[in-house]
Every structure is written in structure tokens, then in C-alpha cells.
């Protein structure tokens, strides 16, 4: 059974196709692979395993999946396009596949010539993550033809989510409440930080997640410097801070949550300072989602704040982004950010700081719907404890 509803499919379709018309360009080409999943998931609700892919889209016609012969079936099944051809540069090196049928470029483009008429023009998504081999064999196989990167208005197609997109966003965060859950009741002296993860994970699954946006947050201590650290083996230590994160998704779409929490199960009164730091620019950051603002604007009061305190050479990530098919995705709102935020995007405000030499890494996250009458919390929960000073 498929992620993406049949109505989404054929809305998302329609405006790749009006976009295609209003550049005269024939038909579009979407790479994507397990890495760089959303453009892809976008018009299908899928996405391959081991082989990496792209969706051919016709300005009139019916799209396609290009792809390996080791993923087709799993298409068939679930994609919201079924139409498959099979290219050697999508498939496993070295792999052996005798009963698949497997084409290359330049017999596609005689097919496409044959099936839409003459191909002259092509928008490219995702030129700049496909493998060297896959973009050659595309500029060979579609001799004498424009080539034009659309990814930038592809990927604003994204920005601003339908009803559809905001209610699986907001289960997933309501997941990622008994993600938090779980690993809080978790963190104690002596338990490792994969046990912690574990716990997230299995309140993820358990209710129903469909996979996540990035692998389990865990580090305690200094190990917390890295940023985004994988759970380790180290066990976590009274008198230490664990910084969780974890973005179950649900048919698709992300939720998350992060918090900075006390081993002991109490903050000392020097992380309770550090805490109070995080919250106020958390809040100052709030007051900002406000539509009509732009990145720069949303990102200044806590950059200001933390610039007063002295944290501004410990900051390695903006404050706010939006989330969708990804936890992080385009438009970042950050202090050069020109993007305006507007209803209908969904958008975690995501407060931290690294490398200090006595906090280590902290990081507090949750996400909002941005509506005219402003920002809804996507988890009251998660909402509650990081605006509680």
C-alpha cells in the first residue's frame, strides 16, 4: 500500500506540468535516491532501496519511473507512478539482473520522440546530487536537446503545505510526544545512549511510523559537541546533560522533537541557566513567526540575545526552517534569509548552540503550522516545556 493519496498525485502532477508550460519545456527529469528523497517522494510517495532513480514527467502524457530492475516490483506496489524503465546507472555496481529488460538514454529518447513528438527542451530537478555517470549519460543520451535546471522552482512547490500534508505532519509529531516520552523515562545513570535511542525508536514504530527523518539523537556529555551525534555505547553519567533528538515520519511526512535533559533527572543551577538561555531565545523566536516576516527578520531577537550573552561563536545552525518531507528543509530562515514566511508552511524552531566549554551542545526543538492568526503548535507538549522560563 502506497504513502501518497491519488488526489496529492494528481494535484502535485498538474503543477509540475503547468510549470513545464510555462517554461516550453517538454518534460521534466526528478532525480532522488535514499539520500535525497523528497523531490522524488513529492510526486510518488516512494522511494527506492539500494538503487537510486528519477521521475520522468511529460508536459502532457503520462510520467514514469526511471529506476533499477532490483526496486521495480517494490514500485509496482507502491508508488504513486508506475510506468518503470530500467537504466544500468541507476541500478546496484556490478549486479546481474538476466530477465530484466534494462535501456539506456539514448533508446529512452527515441522512445520519448516517438510517444510525445519531438523532444527539445528538458527541466532538470536534482542535477547537482546525481552521480557524474547518470548526469553524463543523460546529456549524451538526449543529444542536441536544452538542458535547464528547474530545482529551485521545483522545490517551491514544497513550501507551502496542503490540509492533506499538515494533518500527517502533525501525527508525527504527536509520535514524536511518546518518542520524548520514552527516551526521557530512559536517560538514567549508567544506561547507554543506544538504549535511549532504542526506546525513541520503538515508541515511533510502535505507533505506526513510517520511518525518519535522521537517525537517533543521543549524546551525553561532550559527545553532544558533534551536533547531530548517533547514539554510542557510552553510558551516560549523573552530573551530565543528554541532548535527545528523534523525527518520526509518518506516510512520509516528519516530526520532531529535541530537548537537553539532566541525567540526574534534576538540572543543576548552572544547567538551569543554561536552560534559561535556550528557552528565552526559543520564545524570542516564536514571537517572530509571523507571516510577512522574512528569514532575517525571524532570526535577529535570539541572534541578538545570544550575542549579548556571549553564545553567538558557539551557534552553528539558524534558528528556524521549515519541515515536510524532510526534518530540515528549504526555506531555511536564517540572518542572510530573504525567504517571507507565509500560511501554510510548516516550520520548527530549532534553538542551540556547540563546542562550549562547559554546556558542551544543547539543542531544543518543535515544530508550528504558520496560519494568518499565527503559529499553531504541531506538539502542545513539546510547545509547553520549551516556552516554560
Known amino acids: 500500500m502506497g504513502y501518497l493519496v491519488q ?165 508525527a509529531f504527536g509520535i514524536a510526544d511518546h518518542c520524548y516520552n520514552a527516551m526521557k523515562a530512559k536517560v538514567a545513570n549508567g544506561v547507554s545512549e543506544i538504549e535511549i535511542a532504542a526506546a525513541g525508536e520503538f515508541a515511533a514504530r510502535s505507533r505506526g511510523a513510517s520511518g525518519f527523518g535522521f537517525s537517533a539523537i543521543v549524546g551525553s556529555g561532550a559527545r553532544a559537541n558533534a551536533v547531530v551525534p548517533t547514539a554510542s555505547s557510552k553510558k551516560v553519567i549523573d552530573g551530565e546533560m543528554v541532548m535527545i533528538g528523534l523525527a518520526p515520519k509518518i506516510n512520509g511526512y516528519a516530526g520532531v522533537m529535541g530537548d537537553a535533559l539532566p541525567v540526574s533527572g534534576e538540572y543543576s543551577a548552572r544547567q538551569k541557566e543554561c536552560i534559561k538561555y535556550l528557552r528565552e531565545a526559543f520564545c524570542m523566536t516564536k514571537e517572530q513567526l509571523v507571516v510577512g516576516k522574512t528569514g532575517y527578520e525571524i532570526d535577529a531577537p535570539a541572534r541578538a540575545y545570544f550575542q549579548k550573552h556571549g553564545f553567538t561563536k558557539y551557534l552553528v545552525c539558524p534558528f528556524v526552517h521549515t519541515i515536510g518531507l524532510h526534518e530540515a528543509e528549504s526555506p531555511f530562515f536564517g540572518p542572510g534569509s530573504q525567504d517571507v514566511l507565509v500560511p501554510g508552511m510548516t516550520v520548527c524552531v530549532d534553538v542551540s548552540f556547540f563546542g562550549h566549554p562547559e554546556f558542551h551542545g544543547v539543542r531544543i526543538e518543535t515544530g508550528y503550522e504558520i496560519t494568518e492568526q499565527g503559529a499553531i503548535p504541531l506538539s502542545v507538549q513539546m510547545d509547553k516545556i520549551h516556552t516554560a522560563i
Open 7 to 171: 488526489s496529492e498525485a494528481e494535484k502535485r502532477l498538474a503543477n509540475v506540468q503547468k510549470m513545464l508550460e510555462s517554461k516550453n519545456l517538454d518534460l521534466a527529469l526528478v532525480y532522488y535516491d535514499e539520500f535525497n528523497i523528497g523531490n522524488g517522494w513529492y510526486l510518488t510517495g516512494w522511494c527506492p532501496q539500494f538503487e537510486s532513480g528519477a521521475v520522468l514527467v511529460p508536459r502532457k502524457g503520462t510520467p514514469m519511473l526511471l529506476g533499477g530492475p532490483e526496486s521495480e516490483p517494490f514500485a509496482k506496489l507502491d508508488s504513486a507512478i508506475t510506468e518503470t524503465r530500467n537504466f544500468p546507472v541507476f541500478m546496484v555496481p556490478d549486479e546481474e539482473y538476466p530477465n530484466a529488460t534494462i535501456i539506456d538514454f539514448p533508446k529512452l529518447f527515441a522512445e520519448l520522440n516517438q510517444t510525445l513528438g519531438a523532444v527539445k527542451a528538458v527541466g532538470l530537478v536534482g542535477a547537482d546530487r546525481m552521480p557524474a555517470a547518470c548526469y553524463r549519460g543523460i546529456v549524451e543520451g538526449f543529444a542536441g536537446v536544452k538542458l535547464v535546471d528547474i530545482t529551485n522552482d521545483f522545490v517551491k512547490l514544497r513550501y507551502n503545505k496542503s490540509p492533506w500534508e499538515i494533518e500527517q505532519i502533525r501525527a
